[in-house]
């Protein structure tokens, strides 16, 4: 695996892992230590999340190393609510319009359509593709294909893991799951289908499934709060990690 696609994707499964263990959605118990860029990291045991985290990871990686995936985001989502918020709209449709006044508040507080937090990772798609063509171009791409990534980018990582393992805990409603997400990049279609893994996982049924609902903030509900930048010009990397919550 390519140096860099490889620290891309450590990273961000580990990302994963250290904000579901700082979220407490599960038993402390089913999370082991282990010890990457020099940090003590939480991993999920539980297979089926593990396996979860891992495929969808190892898509978007693939992705946005080459610049077909810009974004992957992990939402917390209280489904008691969002099956009440899911209610009150149908309900709304058969003509009671004064149901359509009654938000998820009433009955969750600060809750909107069930969710709770996102958190984004937030890729420069531009910049990669850059990089890509730069190297396709590049007659000397054998060799670069085999160096390290550059110091500077691990240490960003690390940084950023370092940040999240600092986030301050927070508890959840006892209905409270989590979905993963991947937003493909502005590009055409041709392109998507160059890159096999990202084609076989959108042809695929075992875990793809479009997102046709709304699983953003809205802005009037929530604030946005940055956590860490991570950026190395020289590998076509510039992300931007954020949190919003609903308020």
């Known amino acids: 695996m390519d140096p860099t696609l490889c620290l891309v994707s450590e990273s961000l499964e580990l990302s994963l892992h250290t904000i579901l263990y700082s979220r407490q959605l599960y038993p402390s118990s089913i999370f082991s230590p282990t010890t990457f860029l020099g940090l003590q990291i939480h991993v999920c045991r539980h297979d089926k999340i593990n396996k979860y985290i891992a495929d969808t990871v190892r898509v978007a990686a693939e992705g946005i190393i080459g610049g077909d995936v810009d974004c992957v985001v992990l939402t917390f989502v209280d489904e008691e609510a969002n099956r009440f918020a899911s209610l009150q709209t149908s309900q709304s449709i058969q003509g009671t319009e004064t149901t359509m006044t009654t938000s998820t508040s009433t009955v969750r507080g600060e809750f909107q359509n069930g969710i709770l937090e996102r958190f984004v ?31 500077s980018l691990s240490s960003s990582f690390r940084n950023l893991l370092l940040r999240l393992t600092t986030t301050p805990p927070r508890t959840y409603p006892g209905s409270t799951t989590f979905r993963l997400g991947v937003q493909l990049a502005d590009v055409t279609r041709e392109e998507v289908e160059k890159n096999e893994v990202l084609c076989e996982a959108l042809g695929g049924v075992e875990w793809y499934e479009e997102e046709k609902r709304n699983i953003y903030v809205e802005r009037d509900r929530g604030i946005m709060k940055p956590i860490k930048s991570v950026v190395s010009r020289d590998e076509g990397i510039s992300l931007e990690v954020y949190v919003e919550k609903v308020i």
């Open 121 to 151: 990772f937030d890729f420069d798609s531009s910049l990669l593709r850059e990089h890509v063509n730069q190297n396709n171009n590049n007659n000397n791409n054998k060799n670069n294909k085999n160096k390290f990534p550059p110091k």
